[in-house]
């Protein structure tokens, strides 16, 4: 029987061709249209309408134009660069291997757009310090001079995706007439918006989390791509296409799109609870720019961290271990600092009770209470402040890198050029008031002994007020 459907659906694939170069297309259930691998069209499934294309690129042989290029391949990772003639690599950024392989580009290079460095690599090491400072218990290693000479400048291939969002919200509103009266609605809208540039990493050596982080980049410096840019830095070249990358593109499109209904608001209603929600993603166009960050990899015990500095704006971001002795003992100066503050705040409650209460009957009474008030207080001590110092250094010591800062909210990337458009189709249910929300909560909330139950009659009268 499985044999039947695995071939039903094999001849149901092998089918459905691309009205563009009547290659085979498929479905894809990430954005829940047809694709074509081959020219990248996208289709309905139903009709097979275009809604959008995402083309591989640079998948020629090299021409003419390419002879001023070389590229160089790591022979233990894999990583390929590209240079210009007059740039020669040394060693692999991305896993510090000095066996490279050099030779002539044999494909095309031909981005759409380039962001050129605005950062030199001395601003680059002064940002990372002073990125570094900021986060406590970092080794050594990780700040020594021949380290971060090794910083080096990429290109790195983005994809810049443009995109129809669509969002679906249903809820409730409440559109308040009097004190006890008010209006209940239903609420169903559907806004419709357009994501511009959102950018894609293409690069499997280089975290998608780690260009994120170090996100925005300022589009109004791009330029079409031209070689003159290249001498003195490194381009890396795409090894995950945007075609590769839909269902990623979809999730971040996806998230851009349900952020929408966090920032829902309807002027008309006093009061709205969103129920449910529902969010789309279509129309994919691309571009294919390189942008600018300077990469530096810092092998440390057996592990990789990699740190990324914006070449543009100047943005740090990456992974750093935590020294976990340094911890302790910034935990421990923490503790003594906060206990000295302890005892201080011990004398000034301890001597001005004790002489005041105590100073008629003599000075040993004075001499003798204040001691039993610091003992009472130096034995509470550690209940108050000890939680605050221990909780302080298992975050420190359970740390294992620096956390990456997130990508930038939808409101960066929302094309404001664009009309959103928002569908109304709310709906009046019915009046309410207090007396009537209590009758319909109560159901629910009833406990025994019926009506005539005190909680139940309390509860009834905290909500007529």
């Known amino acids: ?50 809604t959008g294309s995402i083309a591989n690129r640079d998948t020629g042989e090299a021409g003419d134009e390419e002879n001023n290029k070389q590229e160089f391949i790591c022979d233990s990772c894999g990583a390929t660069v590209v240079t ?30 380039i962001i050129p460095f605005k950062i030199s690599k001395e601003d680059a090491i002064n940002n990372y310090r002073e990125w570094v400072k900021t986060h ?18 990429f290109y790195v291939p983005f994809w810049l995706i ?25 609420i169903k809208r559907t806004v419709d918006f357009k994501m511009k540039r959102v950018p894609f990493d293409g690069c499997k050596k280089i975290s998608n989390l780690l260009m994120e982080a170090i996100e925005p980049f300022d589009y109004s410096e791009l330029v079409p791509y031209n070689d ?11 090894d995950t296409s945007a075609l590769d990358m839909l269902d990623l593109i979809s999730i971040r499109f996806n998230s851009y799109a349900m ?68 911890v302790f003992w910034h935990s421990l100066l923490k503790a003594g600092k906060i206990a000295l503050t302890y005892i201080l705040f011990m004398l000034l409650i301890s001597v001005p009770i ?29 209940f108050v402040y000890g939680p605050f110092v221990a909780a302080r250094y298992h975050r420190n010591k359970n740390e294992e890198s620096v956390t990456l800062d997130q990508a930038p909210d939808m409101e960066e990337y929302i094309d404001y050029q664009s009309k959103i458009n928002m569908e109304n189709n709310d709906m009046f249910v019915k ?18 002994g019926g009506a005539r139950n005190p909680m139940y009659l309390l509860f009834k009268f905290i909500l007529r007020r």
């Open 1 to 50: 029987m499985s044999w039947k459907y695995d071939t039903v659906d094999s001849i149901a694939a092998s089918s459905a061709k691309c009205p563009n170069c009547s290659a085979n297309i498929f479905f894809n259930e990430k954005i829940g249209k047809l694709v074509c691998s081959f020219c990248g069209g996208i289709y309905e499934p139903q009709t097979l309408a275009p």
């Open 84 to 113: 210009d003639d007059n740039t020669s690599a040394t060693f692999c950024a991305f896993c510090g291997s000095a066996t490279l392989i050099q030779r002539r580009l044999r494909r095309e290079f031909r981005p759409d757009l």
């Open 136 to 153: 406590r218990g970092v080794p050594k290693a990780f700040r020594e001079e021949a380290t971060l000479e090794k910083i080096t400048g």
């Open 162 to 186: 443009d995109a129809e969002c669509s969002t679906v919200i249903t809820g409730e509103g409440m559109k308040r007439i009097n004190s006890d009266t008010a209006e209940r609605y239903n």
């Open 228 to 238: 003159m840019f290249l001498p003195g830095f490194y381009a890396q070249r795409y």
């Open 259 to 326: 952020n929408l209904v966090k920032k829902f608001s309807a002027s008309e209603y006093s009061s709205v609870t969103v129920r449910a929600r529902g969010s789309h993603a279509g129309d994919f166009s691309q571009l294919y720019a390189l942008l600018p960050v300077w990469f530096l990899n810092i092998n440390y015990k057996g592990l990789n961290y990699s740190i990324a500095v914006n070449g543009q704006t100047g943005e740090t971001s990456g992974n750093l271990p935590v020294n976990k002795r340094a």
């Open 354 to 382: 004790s002489y005041f209460i105590f100073k008629p009957l003599g000075w040993p009474y004075v001499t003798a209470s204040m001691l039993v008030i610091n003992v009472i207080l130096a034995g509470i001590g550690p």
């Open 431 to 448: 009046y309410t008031n207090k007396t009537t929300e209590a009758e319909e909560i109560d159901p629910l909330l009833m406990p025994k």
